[in-house]
């Protein structure tokens, strides 16, 4: 069974960046089947898929619209983990931010999610 | 800023049914791209209820059901239970955009 378990900080100043980060237990990181995202739900701007690494004999990103240019999304094989970044940082970016597994599909879905994190932008 | 569109409520005494809409356009659902369904219990994150349309994953009882038709899919719940008091939401993917979408989200309400 997979399991997602989220890290990181809950109030972030804007302008500055946000770093999270998702431990995997019950997959790898590197799987040949599957991709992790990072997902994010505001009462503004409902459920908005952020972006997504995966491994198909190399590492690839993708990333949406909405954020591209401030988002980074990095897999960390040692500790079987991903991480987001996401730089200069507004009010409109407060929501909780969600991880989770895209199973291949067409289009993919998503199972399961992390549990959450409730990120705060404001000084 | 959500492109698939679905009613904010729908409310139903226990044993009815329920169904809810999730309203797309050429771009999306009618380009023929499969349609996934999330059950959001209040306080957590989502959780996979129909994927592909029309499938259940393991665990997930048979009185929900998923069909697609056109730029449109639905979410049926028969049988409606107190636990199922929760937001749901449907899932596509944007040719447009190309982006990965998410509907407006609807609130079941059981009376």
């Known amino acids: 069974q997979v399991q997602l378990q989220q890290s990181g900080p809950g109030l972030v100043k804007p302008s500055q960046t946000l770093s999270l980060t998702c431990a995997i237990s019950?997959?790898?990181?590197?799987?040949?089947?599957?991709?992790w995202n990072w997902i994010r739900q505001s009462p503004s701007r409902g459920l908005e898929w952020l972006g997504r690494?995966?491994?198909?004999?190399?590492?690839?990103?993708d990333y949406a619209i909405s954020v591209k240019g401030r988002i980074t999304i990095n897999p960390d094989t040692s500790k079987n983990q991903f991480s987001l970044q996401l730089n200069s940082l507004t009010p409109e970016d407060t929501g909780v931010y969600y991880c989770?597994?895209?199973?291949?599909?067409?289009?993919?879905?998503?199972?399961?999610w992390g549990p959450g994190t409730l990120v705060t932008v404001s000084s | 800023q959500s492109v698939l569109t679905q009613p904010p409520s729908v409310s139903g005494a226990p044993g009815q049914r329920v169904t809810i809409s999730c309203t797309g356009s050429?771009?999306?659902?009618?380009?023929?791209?499969?349609v996934h369904w999330y059950q959001q219990l209040p306080g957590t994150a989502p959780k996979l209820l129909i994927y592909?349309?029309?499938n259940r994953p393991s665990g997930v009882p048979d009185r929900f059901s998923g069909s697609n038709s056109g730029t449109s899919a639905s979410l049926a719940i028969t049988g409606l239970q107190a636990e199922d008091e929760a937001d749901y939401y449907c899932?596509?993917?944007?040719?447009?955009?190309?982006?990965?979408?998410f509907g407006t989200g609807t609130k079941v309400t059981v009376l």
């Open positions: 989770a597994r895209a199973i291949s599909y067409s289009p993919p879905y998503f199972d399961p």
């Open positions: 019950g997959d790898t990181v590197s799987t040949n089947g599957g991709a």
């Open positions: 690494t995966y491994y198909r004999s190399q590492w690839y990103n």
């Open positions: 050429s771009s999306n659902i009618g380009a023929g791209y499969d």
């Open positions: 592909g349309n029309t």
């Open positions: 899932q596509s993917y944007d040719g447009s955009l190309s982006d990965y979408v």
